[in-house]
């Protein structure tokens, strides 16, 4: 969508969270002319609450919270491209992990906990009123620019209250009267709320129990502005397709605007919700939702994919059926919205036809899908612990980094990654945006020179120290990756006292990351350590 209406000639911009992969997948190469803090982690490196840890993004004032900042920034960004079409993701840090806020907002919700109400973490609503914050510092700035009445809002979330992390003594919120949460293929994980703000199509204070999900954006936004003023115009008023590249373009049409998609022959995943959005019903659509993943968390399915089309919803469950077949859990939303009857045995029939619009949906999108395990045995599967939550060290797949019983690694630890030697070489793959490898240099004070050889891409990262171990807060220096072949990295601490733990941090990357060895000198006398890998 931006780089649709990058060509029609709006101005683009990115704001936040990205987590779809670094460059060259970051927003800069989907078609936004602006990325701040330009992160491709799920978190905000470190804390909402400045210091953070983003690689070329530092904070303006101590304490400051990132969704001030970024709030900031866009009603900044929105200012300077007034007098044009713009189009302007703001993907919010919150209410994702990790669990902080302000403390005095936290002090402010403590006062309202209810010990006997799901919801009961003052962190959580501070961080949910930081995210409110940002909406206002956002909408008071469309006012006081005077674009209110020009401009399209969609708020949405991507996915449903996480229940299965621990804030406060209790999990961050609660999804009641819904099942389940983030992470899982029932409602409580996939249910959550839209609101649109389009003036002249969608009348304010008005509701709808209409299906739709992000995919229908594009389609939406794109048949919105054929006929608007919202598309770009030339200084006469006629709609400009000189602005346009490639085969988007902006044209005359009776009169308006017409703006077309990149590709005339464009097919979406979604649909148009205009309808919906002028008070209709958008009656026999299906939604599809496909995660074929066993997380662990509290409600969890093996792998599985599910359809919703009007009141009825069906999840499949691949090969978890007799024989091999696969497995099907149906029900009506309209009267069963907790999903706790599975209708499936009741109504066959309708478990195939939806079935086939599931069959129909991998086949159209070229969905990777999961196949029969050869080696499973039936008899030994346990499907009466479905939906239970793992012990804690065990609700997840393996954890990245487990390096602990490595001996080759010499007190080194990888975390979000992936950590092997051979030959003398550590090497780092499925390295997340939090990755590092941290190692206890209690010996080792004051001023520390460190020294490693590494290979890897080219990227910022910086080496940390925590003078008072895990939990104390660290100190930092930057370094540069000049990237492609080997290279020796020299980075001064200037640390007054103990170093505690020291930490590498690698950018995030798809290719293996090499070290052959890494050195840390102190000039308080004590031995150099230098690990030979």
């Not at 969890?300 to 099907?328: M, Q, T």
Request: charged share 25%.
């Amino acid at each position: 969508m931006a780089e649709t209406l990058k060509d029609a000639g709006y101005a683009t911009a990115h704001f936040g969270k990205w987590h779809l992969g670094p460059e060259p997948y970051s927003p800069l190469q989907q078609g936004f002319d602006v990325d701040l803090p330009h992160h491709p982690g799920p978190g905000p490196a470190g804390s909402f609450v400045a210091p953070w840890k983003f690689a070329n993004f530092k904070e303006k004032s101590p304490g400051e919270h990132i969704e001030d900042r970024m709030a900031a920034e866009a009603v900044a960004w929105m200012e300077q491209t007034k007098d044009k079409p713009f189009y302007m993701n703001y993907w919010m840090f919150s209410v994702h992990a990790p669990f902080d806020a302000k403390k005095s907002n936290i002090e402010t919700h403590r006062g309202r906990i209810d010990p006997k109400d799901a919801q009961r973490s003052p962190t959580y609503a501070a961080m949910i009123q930081s995210m409110d914050d940002a909406i206002g510092t956002l909408l008071d700035g469309l006012d006081r620019l005077k674009l209110a009445d020009n401009t399209i809002i969609i708020f949405t979330a991507d996915n449903g209250g996480n229940m299965y992390n621990e804030v406060d003594g209790t999990t961050p919120t609660s999804n009641r009267p819904l099942r389940g949460g983030k992470a899982t293929m029932f409602e409580g994980g996939t249910r959550v709320p839209c609101v649109v703000v389009w003036p002249g199509i969608a009348a304010p204070g008005s509701r709808s129990d209409a299906l739709v999900q992000s995919e229908d954006f594009y389609p939406t936004l794109m048949e919105g502005l054929h006929s608007s003023h919202l598309a770009p115009r030339d200084e006469q008023g006629a709609a400009s397709a000189e602005k346009a590249s490639g085969s988007s373009k902006i044209s005359p049409s009776s009169g308006s605007a017409q703006l077309v998609s990149r590709s005339e022959t464009a097919t979406f995943d979604g649909h148009s919700i205009l309808p919906a959005l002028k008070g209709d019903a958008l009656s026999g659509k299906a939604v599809f939702q496909y995660f074929p993943h066993n997380p662990g968390v509290p409600d969890w399915l093996p792998p599985a994919v599910s359809v919703h089309r009007d009141d009825w919803k069906l999840i499949r469950i691949f090969y978890g059926g007799e024989k091999g077949a696969h497995r099907h859990l149906l029900f009506n939303l309209r009267d069963d919205l907790g999903e706790k009857n599975n209708l499936a045995e009741q109504k066959p029939e309708l478990v195939a036809e939806l079935d086939a619009l599931i069959e129909s949906f991998l086949t159209d999108t070229k969905a990777v899908v999961p196949v029969p395990n050869p080696a499973f045995d039936p008899s030994k599967y346990r499907p009466e612990l479905e939906g239970k939550q793992q012990p804690k060290g065990k609700a997840k797949a393996p954890a990245k980094g487990k390096d602990d019983a490595i001996p080759a690694l010499q007190g080194w630890k990888a975390r979000d990654c992936q950590a092997a030697v051979k030959e003398g070489i550590l090497r780092l793959t499925s390295i997340g945006a939090e990755c590092f490898l941290g190692f206890s240099a209690a010996k080792h004070s004051g001023p520390t020179t460190a020294k490693f050889r590494i290979k890897a891409q080219a990227g910022r990262s910086h080496f940390d120290w925590l003078p008072g171990g895990v939990g104390g807060k660290p100190q930092r220096v930057d370094f540069t990756l000049k990237g492609g072949d080997w290279e020796e990295i020299t980075v001064e601490l200037p640390a007054e006292g103990p170093l505690g733990i020291v930490r590498l941090y690698l950018p995030m990357q798809e290719r293996a990351v090499e070290i052959d060895w890494i050195e840390l000198t102190s000039k308080n006398g004590s031995k150099p350590t230098r690990t030979a890998f």
